[in-house]
């Protein structure tokens, strides 16, 4: 195989690749032994007939097309490789030679990876972020701690209260007509929950046990269902059964059971400490995302169009399997939200901009720098999935091949790039926010 490498205009670049006839040939008699027990030829059995009666009766390049895209398909990722050059985009293939005899010839049209104009990437400024929990964050984390560990009681002698679990019956009519989907029975509900449409919950509020009322309501207009978008709707209610919530007193004995500590005071700084700590975290990230934005901004990159398509479809495909994990598909989000494919790939575009954006600055800046990772840190990495999979390491890296292990490498040094900006930032105070003053009457 032989590829050859054509420069244009905006970062792109034509790959041509030619592939000996002789190669080519195997693929034609590869696709043959496929497809010849498919094809029925007079005078033989299924399966029996020889490659060239069948290409007299056929035409001569009736394995042609399936045995250009097997080639393609099996020499493309060795020509990136060959070609010297970094493609960062998905390619634009044509055939450019496909006879009987003569090598194979194709082009791909690619996305090169653009140079990258740094910017100050040193000592950049960012405003500090002072971290501490106040005592109402503890307090109102602790009442949430109440709320886990609450518990419920059958009541009888009163009305729905706010907080009440309840057992409802239920059915929606819009104009007088029941529709799909708006029927439950002994359905578990929390009043203030937030979990029906707005307005329902509130109005079952003081609802006796057994007494049927009806609740008005006016769907959103951006509900998921078209057919009751902004549309107005009744719902004939039982409520069959109460349930009252008891919160555990906040205490010695609350501390013990709910913790590793036998005292409150010992629970409330345990708690204080994992709040600190995650909103340092949670800082620490913020300062990076600061720091790496303003690298960004102050940087010029020129993204060729194939590039943003590439990322653009690998974060919808993220999507998609995000989705699948959830049971749902993407044609099935798609129909809910009210958007089509294309309309979900546009959308994403900005977000796969800073993606790519943010990705080339952190390389420029481990190559500026010659921040690499070391084996150790690939080795620590794999180790981390290893115990995330509760498995041995080394079955981790028999799945791992050397592009893997490039590309975790990589990973591992736009990371420390990462870190070794934010570290280099200096911190300025956050600059009080001037006070409109107001015009003298």
Not at 62 to 81: G, H, L, Q, W
Not at 197 to 218: R, W, Y
Not at 247 to 265: G, K, M, N, Q, Y
């Amino acid at each position: 195989m032989n590829v050859s490498v054509e420069k244009l205009e905006n970062n792109m670049a034509k790959l041509t690749v030619e592939v000996a006839a002789d190669e080519f040939n195997k693929a034609i008699n590869a696709v043959y032994q496929r497809q010849k027990g498919r094809i029925n030829v007079p005078g033989f059995r299924k399966g029996k007939a020889p490659r060239n009666i069948i290409e007299k009766m056929y035409g001569s390049g009736v394995f042609y097309e399936d045995a250009a895209n097997d080639t393609i398909n099996s020499t493309y990722p060795d020509a990136v490789d060959d070609c010297g050059e970094s493609v960062v985009s998905d390619p634009e293939l044509a055939v450019e030679q496909l006879e009987a005899g003569k090598p194979f010839i194709y082009t791909a049209t690619v996305a090169l990876k653009p140079p990258v104009s740094l910017g100050k990437y040193k000592g950049v400024e960012t405003e500090k972020i002072e971290v501490s929990v106040t005592d109402e964050e503890l307090a109102n984390r602790l009442k949430s701690e109440q709320e886990k560990n609450a518990s419920f009681k059958t009541v009888t002698d009163r009305a729905v209260a706010d907080g009440d679990m309840i057992q409802l019956d239920f059915e929606g009519f819009v104009d007088g007509v029941a529709f799909d989907g708006g029927k439950g029975e002994d359905y578990p509900l929390t009043i203030g929950s937030g979990s029906f449409i707005p307005g329902f919950e509130e109005q079952l509020i003081g609802a006796e046990i057994g007494k049927e009322l009806d609740v008005n309501v006016t769907f959103p207009e951006n509900y998921q269902a078209e057919n009751l978008k902004g549309k107005d709707a009744t719902f004939k209610c039982t409520v069959k059964g109460i349930r009252e919530k008891e919160l555990p007193e906040l205490d010695d004995e609350f501390a013990d059971e709910v913790s590793e500590f036998s005292t409150l005071e010992e629970y409330k700084e345990d708690l204080k400490k994992s709040m600190l700590e995650l909103k340092e975290s949670n800082a620490k990230t913020q300062k990076e995302d600061a720091v790496i934005g303003a690298i960004v901004e102050d940087s010029a990159i020129e993204i060729p169009a194939p590039m943003l398509q590439t990322q653009q479809k690998q974060m919808l495909d993220e999507f998609e399997q995000q989705l699948r994990m959830q049971g749902m598909t993407l044609e099935q989000y798609a129909g809910y939200a009210g958007v089509t494919r294309q309309q979900l790939l546009d959308e994403l575009a900005p977000n796969a901009e800073r993606r790519i954006r943010t990705r080339l600055v952190l390389e420029e800046i481990a190559k500026q720098e010659n921040i690499t990772a070391s084996e150790e840190e690939y080795e620590a990495e794999l180790q981390k999935m290893a115990d995330q999979y509760r498995t041995e390491l080394d079955n981790i890296k028999k799945m791992f091949t050397e592009r893997d292990k490039e590309r975790m490498m990589e990973d591992i040094a736009v990371q420390k790039a990462a870190t070794f900006v934010t570290d280099a930032a200096v911190e300025v105070e956050k600059k009080a926010e001037k006070k409109e003053e107001k015009p003298e009457e």
